[in-house]
C-alpha cells in the first residue's frame, strides 16, 4: 500500500493506492500549528499500513512535520516532491524551480490517463490553469484568486455587501445581493476559465483535453465547456512520481 499526501493551502488531501488502484482518500484540514505527533495520531487513526510514500506540499512549514508524522506511524522515510525527483516530464517554463508540486502532480495524472494534450484547472484556495502540450510537456498556466478568496476579499472589503454559499445562480443578471454576488465571482469565474481554454487553444494551434479538479470544482462545471472532472488528479500524478522514484510497479 502506497500513501501520496498533497499538502494544500486549506486541505490536506491523503491518497492510499493499493498497485495502481485508489483505494481510500481522506480529508484533513491544513493546521500550521499542529505538530507532527499530532498529525501522527490523525493518520494512525486512519490508515493502518503502508510501504512507501510520497509528500507534495505547497505549505513549506508542514512539509517535515508531515514526514516526521508518517515516519513516527509506519517508521519509514516519506519521498518529498522536489527538483531533486525524477518525473519523466520536461519542464519548459522560465524557472523550472518555481513550479509548485501541486501543478506539476496534477500535470503528470492528466497526462498519464490521457496520453493527449491537456488543460487541468485546479479550483482551490488559489484557482489554477495549466498546459501539457501534445509532447507531454509541462508548459506554463495561469494562477488567480480562488472563488473562496474573491468572496472573502469582497465581503471584507466592503460595508454592506453579505457572505454568500458558492453555488451559481439561475440567472446572470442577479435581483438582489445575494444572487448578484453569486453570479459575479461563480459565474464570472467559469466564464474566466472558458475564456482562457479558447485562448489557450488558439495560441497553441490545436485542441487539448479539458480537465477540472479542486475543492471549487462542483460550483463552475455545469457552466463550462467540454471540461471532465477528474477528482483525484493530483493524487494519481503522485503515485506516477512515487513508482519513477521508487521503481514501485
Not at 486512519?46 to 510520497?54: E, F, P, R, W
Not at 472589503?157 to 454559499?165: G, M
Amino acid at each position: 500500500m502506497i500513501l501520496v499526501v498533497d499538502c494544500g493551502n486549506s486541505m490536506i488531501k491523503l491518497g492510499l493506492f493499493d498497485k495502481n488502484k485508489l483505494v481510500d482518500t481522506y480529508l484533513v484540514k491544513t493546521d500550521r500549528n499542529k505538530s507532527s505527533d499530532e498529525y501522527a495520531i490523525i493518520i494512525s487513526s486512519l490508515i493502518k499500513y503502508i510501504n512507501g510514500s510520497l509528500i507534495s506540499s505547497v505549505v513549506p512549514s508542514l512539509t517535515l512535520i508531515l514526514k516526521e508524522a508518517i515516519s513516527k506511524v509506519f517508521s519509514l522515510n516519506s519521498l518529498i516532491v522536489s527538483k531533486s525527483l525524477k518525473t519523466r516530464m520536461a519542464i519548459k517554463i522560465d524557472n523550472p524551480s518555481e513550479l509548485g508540486a501541486d501543478m506539476l502532480s496534477g500535470a503528470i495524472g492528466a497526462y498519464t490517463k490521457f496520453k493527449e494534450a491537456c488543460l487541468v484547472c485546479d479550483l482551490g484556495t488559489a484557482s489554477k490553469i495549466y498546459v501539457i502540450d501534445k509532447y507531454g510537456n509541462f508548459i506554463g498556466g495561469i494562477i488567480t484568486s480562488g472563488l473562496g478568496i474573491s468572496l472573502n476579499a469582497l465581503v471584507n472589503s466592503t460595508s454592506l455587501l453579505i457572505e454568500v454559499p458558492l453555488i451559481a445562480p439561475k440567472n446572470v443578471i442577479g435581483k438582489n445581493t445575494k444572487d448578484s454576488i453569486e453570479s459575479g465571482i461563480v459565474l464570472g469565474h467559469a466564464f474566466m476559465i472558458n475564456e482562457f481554454a479558447n485562448k489557450i487553444e488558439l495560441e497553441l494551434g490545436y485542441k487539448v483535453k479539458r480537465i477540472i479538479t479542486g475543492g471549487y470544482a462542483n460550483s463552475v462545471i455545469k457552466h463550462l465547456d467540454n471540461f471532465i472532472y477528474e477528482k483525484n488528479v493530483v493524487l494519481e500524478g503522485l503515485l506516477e512520481i512515487y513508482k519513477v522514484n521508487s521503481y514501485e510497479k
